[in-house]
């Protein structure tokens, strides 16, 4: 991944964080000057204290940032854009959105919404696939519509994360470069 000298790229993990086989780990391996949010709970994530956590970061920013978001970082960047408004944020790509509203969403993360009752104001993509135990297929194309951006479905490849097994994920990284190109700043 080539960082562009105009932004920074900022991670945003889900419950429990990225671990060392997630592709959103081998993608920061390569930018190691890219962002990384932390929190101080990975296991019960608040809807409040995540959204305080990233609107901190983004405060202390002074360049712009393209958003690189898995599963419950989606719905924080979400949670995050329905708050606050920032030109800091030139798009978001967001992989694996969960629907907090099915029977498989940890009842461990309080606050968050789901992705179709959100909106935004800069430019999205979400990434998806068939068999996403967090989040069905019907429910990312209904976000979609509602935050009116792209939505590809990529097939069978569960939650997307380390489960998944994709390693460093070419098929993902090419889809974010491609989405990063077709922004325009």
């Known amino acids: ?9 900022l991670f945003l993990a889900g419950v429990g964080n990225s671990g060392d086989t997630h592709w959103q780990r081998h993608w920061r ?16 994530p608040d809807c409040e204290e ?7 970061l983004l405060s202390r920013q002074q360049r712009p940032v393209i958003v690189v978001a898995h599963s419950l970082g989606c719905l924080l960047l979400l949670e995050w854009a329905a708050r606050y408004r920032s ?14 509203e099915s029977a498989q969403f940890p009842a461990e993360a309080r606050g968050f919404r789901p992705a179709d009752q959100l909106a935004i104001d800069f430019p999205i993509t979400i990434i998806t696939s ?7 297929l019907s429910y990312a194309q209904r976000s979609a519509r509602k935050l009116g951006c792209a939505c590809a479905n990529l ?21 974010l470069q491609s989405f990063a190109r077709s922004l325009s700043h």
Do not use: T
């Not at 030109?87 to 907090?100: N, R, Y």
């Not at 097939?155 to 098929?171: R, V």
């Open 1 to 9: 991944m080539k960082c562009d000298e105009a932004f920074d790229w």
């Open 29 to 44: 391996a390569e930018h190691p000057e890219s962002l990384w949010l932390e929190h101080r709970d990975w296991d019960h």
């Open 50 to 56: 995540w959204v305080v956590d990233l609107q901190s």
């Open 87 to 100: 030109d800091l944020v030139w798009g978001a790509f967001l992989v694996a959105v969960p629907d907090p």
């Open 130 to 136: 068939e068999n996403d135990p967090y989040g069905d």
């Open 155 to 175: 097939g069978d490849l569960g939650h997307i994360n380390g489960k998944s097994q994709l390693g460093y994920w070419d098929q993902g990284y090419n889809l």
